[in-house]
């Protein structure tokens, strides 16, 4: 297995392979929660315009997401995990448009042959996953900020989920202290915050789901978001089953 590191939208234009596109903060977690939430399909979308248009043709269809980190005007949900984690999503449709995450995920489907997402709160059954499918070529896509600014909190993830698949010891307490003084860190707390602070720890909480996320085409060609689960449990955050 040969493991490319690859960050912001440029990176996921070049992914190969397997691709695993990371937005800590916070599509890929805000995906998770809205799973464990119920959520039957998600359809991460390009533009803003796009999550508009599936609405006006299906108006059971909810819609997540942001710009610059805020709610958008009309949507259901801003792209926050707090917001989403107990919301009756159940049988639902979420479309999903964010700054970095989604818009990753569309660059990825262009050239890579499977796609994945991931965040901490599903990172060991992504990796689980991984390595039982043992591809030969596996691009770890950290998205950052906007897609276009590096983000310390994607990087470390991307670092984290490569140590798991190269059996590398990692050390998880110290990423949230580290975190929480990051320039990341200033849209939670204090009086820069402009999303909930609740979605700090939500987003950084290592393991909580067991099921990974992946991308698949749907019969229009459009990506859907799945939920799937590895074949073999996972036994512990750091070291996925062989």
């Excluded at 490319?4 to 916070?26: C, H, N, P, W, Y």
């Amino acid at each position: 297995m040969r493991i490319k590191m690859l960050e912001l939208l440029s990176g996921a234009q070049q992914a190969t392979g397997t691709a695993v596109v990371i937005d800590v903060f916070r599509a890929c977690s805000v995906a998770c929660y809205a799973f464990a939430a119920g959520v039957e399909r998600m359809l991460p979308v390009d533009t803003v315009e796009d999550a508009r248009a599936l609405r006006a043709a299906h108006p059971d269809y909810l819609l997540a997401g942001e710009r610059n980190c805020l709610k958008l005007e009309g949507f259901d949900f801003g792209n926050s995990p707090s917001e989403v984690k107990d919301a009756p999503l159940a049988g639902k449709t979420l479309v999903h448009a964010t700054s970095a995450g989604t818009r990753g995920l569309f660059a990825a489907m262009e050239s890579a042959d499977r796609v994945l997402t991931c965040s901490f709160p599903n990172i060991a059954a992504t990796a689980q996953a991984i390595l039982e499918a043992d591809p030969e070529v596996v691009s770890i896509v950290a998205m950052g900020k906007a897609g276009m600014n590096h983000a310390p909190e994607d990087k470390l993830c991307a670092m984290y989920l490569a140590n798991l698949l190269q059996g590398v010891p990692n050390a998880f307490a110290a990423i949230p202290k580290f975190l929480r003084t990051s320039p990341s860190a200033a849209i939670f707390f204090g009086e820069t915050a402009i999303v909930p602070e609740e979605d700090f720890g939500l987003c950084l909480a290592l393991d909580a789901f067991d099921f990974y996320l992946e991308a698949m085409r749907l019969p229009d060609r459009r990506p859907a978001l799945t939920r799937r689960y590895p074949e073999h449990p996972v036994t512990t955050a750091d070291a996925p089953a062989a």
